[in-house]
């Protein structure tokens, strides 16, 4: 299991080995364990049975000594850690456990998890900021605590045994290693992926029988219970206070937790780069890491197309005008080298159908990062999320104006989406009034027979815009940046930050056909005006359409294939190649090929 995700750790290797029947322990070592550590037994000759089997791989970035070293093992007190992930506070949090008397061993920010623990048991992780998922094993009381970070920025898998008991990996590709594993579709969220366009958007994947561990969720329990029902729990929601302040008091707030958050985040004893897109957000970040590191330049990292139509590196030129190393701006062109090999590689990589093109653009840039010293670079993902920043936002907000039956209100807003947004104004028919396609539309391709009676699963529904697209979101970016060994940090999901956003009113936010309101006057006289102004949102996009019409044929065999097997009706076959030149429908068409490449690859059962 460990070896199929070298590519998250290519730095280290180290595994924890414990039988409750002789309640007799060990830690042996694999070929990228330090030399130094290599003082128990070859993992590779143990052929002993265990009731708790801990494996993990490093990715280097805050105490590089063998000291940082995992599992991480406090001694004295009985407690062994694997963690992925990084803990943003943990220097304060060190200073407080220090003064209560806890010894620490390294320079590590992931061992305040241990120091944590040892003082709040299962409470400790509202003392975490940070993205982490971990598993900590206390072998004195026979306890194991498993848990993910707030937003669930870092995965965490479970996939249930025979025996009872449980597999856990940072991905699913890891339970192939397991002689139980036999890959079967969940034909429930297959649907929701082709015809509504949803992912990780419930604690189910697209493997039957394989769960994610929610995020801000955890168990705690004793090991002799784990082959009882889990009991996973949640230890996190935003809480919910509304804002009373300013729009002016909430823009300064603003600012200063996202500097604090920054600041923060960019803690490491590695090289740091920046994820830059020339919109709005990453704008924003780069600004702070400037006022913070003054001195200091980065590596900044930027996808451009050469579709005029959305391509950003005019801004990406603006914002960078300035910078004293020009050699360290690297720009990539995803289109030029978009081919199916690459396709199925990413696909590997991400365990699941590919979402859209977009996917291999944020690949490309991360392929791109991995060829210069940087390991940990700074992203601006979730600000759109929590900041109303896609176009569907801008179309729901309007929708509940027209529902409400606020008239004013929206007359006023469909003027300004006309005269900010007039490529948006076109689809008020169609999303305000619900002409045409509707939701289900595609569901109309699909084999009824194959998929049986659909009922929308009523956790989807207790799921805001920002649950829904973040979710996936952050899957996409764990696995574009960590199949190249990078580290993405995500400042905005800050969770203070979070519950600001979260507590504001929209118009806060949205407001005259202006989106993002909040930042952009937050961010005002600190980045370039053509930036701070923008309108039109791009972000990492793709000219899918040079893809397509350089697989054709293997677009035509895909619809054919999925017939075959199925899933698409017979009668929608014509139909479907007839519109392969269509770009309304591309988005689907893509989610059909990529079903498709997904289902060869890891050979599941239909």
């Known amino acids: 299991m460990n070896e199929l995700i070298k590519h998250r750790g290519p ?205 801000g969720s955890y168990l705690y329990m004793g090991i002799d219970d784990l082959k009882k029902k889990l009991d996973i729990k949640k230890y996190y929601s935003p809480r919910k206070k509304k804002f009373s302040g300013s729009f002016e008091e909430a823009s300064k707030k603003l600012y200063k937790l996202l500097n604090k958050s920054v600041k923060e985040h960019l803690y490491t004893d590695t090289k740091l780069g920046m994820g830059i897109s020339g919109g709005l957000d990453s704008s924003s970040l780069f600004s702070l890491v400037q006022t913070n590191r003054p001195n200091e330049d980065f590596f900044t990292f930027s996808s451009c197309s050469t579709d005029k139509k959305i391509d950003e590196e005019y801004f990406v030129n603006t914002l960078l005008k300035n910078k004293k190393e020009k050699e360290s701006i690297i720009k990539i062109y995803p289109e030029e080298n978009f081919n199916l090999n690459k396709f199925i590689q990413i696909t590997w990589h991400h365990d699941e159908p590919l979402f859209s093109s977009s996917i291999y653009a944020e690949w490309e840039v991360y392929q791109a990062v991995k060829k210069t010293p940087v390991k940990v670079t700074i992203e601006g993902h979730g600000a759109d999320e929590l900041l109303l920043g896609y176009y569907e936002d801008i179309l729901i907000n309007l929708k509940n104006l027209y529902n409400t039956k606020r008239w004013k209100d929206f007359f006023v807003e469909s003027f300004f989406l006309g005269l900010k947004h007039p490529y948006l104004f076109l689809y008020i028919p169609q999303k305000i009034f619900q002409q045409k396609q509707g939701k289900n539309f595609y569901k109309n391709f699909l084999n009824s027979s194959y998929f049986g009676a659909y009922t929308q699963n009523k956790n989807t529904k207790l799921l805001n815009m920002f649950q829904r697209s973040l979710f996936k979101q952050l899957h996409w970016a764990d696995r574009d940046s960590m199949a190249s060994s990078i580290e993405a940090r995500v400042p905005f999901l800050d969770h203070n930050i979070v519950e600001l956003l979260e507590n504001i009113p929209n118009i806060f936010k949205y407001k005259n056909g202006i989106t993002k309101r909040i930042l952009r006057n937050a961010f005002k006289g600190k980045m370039p005006e053509t930036i701070l102004n923008r309108r039109r949102k791009i972000g990492f996009s793709l000219n899918s359409t040079i893809f397509f019409k350089k697989n054709k044929e293997f677009f035509i065999d895909s619809i054919k294939f999925l017939v075959k097997k199925r899933i698409i009706s017979k009668q929608s076959e014509v139909n479907l190649i007839k519109n392969l030149n269509k770009e309304e429908h591309l988005n689907f068409l893509w989610r059909l090929v990529a079903l498709r490449v997904w289902l060869d690859i890891f050979k599941v059962k239909i």
Not at 142 to 154: E, P, Q, S, T, V
């Open 11 to 215: 730095d280290g290797e180290g595994y924890f080995i414990f039988d409750d029947a002789t309640r007799k322990h060990q830690f042996p070592f694999g070929p990228d364990t330090p030399e130094i550590l290599k003082n128990s037994v070859d993992i590779q000759s143990l052929t002993q049975s265990a009731s708790i089997a801990l494996g993990h791989r490093r990715l280097s970035i805050i105490d590089t000594s063998s000291a940082g070293h995992q599992p991480f093992y406090d001694k004295e007190n009985g407690y062994v850690l694997v963690v992925n992930g990084e803990i943003y506070n943990f220097l304060e949090l060190k200073e407080d456990y220090l003064k209560k008397g806890y010894a620490f061993k390294s320079q590590s920010d992931s061992e305040v998890i241990i120091a944590a623990y040892h003082f709040h048991k299962e409470k400790c992780l509202s003392f975490l900021s940070g993205m982490f998922s971990f598993i900590l094993f206390d072998i004195k009381n026979k306890k194991i605590l498993i848990a993910r970070d707030r937003f669930g920025i870092k995965p965490l898998y479970l996939f249930p045994l025979k025996n009872g008991g449980w597999a856990v990996a940072s991905e699913i590709k890891q339970f192939s290693a397991l002689n139980e594993w036999h890959p079967t579709i969940n034909k429930q969220r297959i649907y929701d992926f082709l015809v509504n366009g949803e992912q990780d958007h419930t604690n189910e994947t697209m493997f039957k029988n394989v769960f994610q561990m929610p995020p």
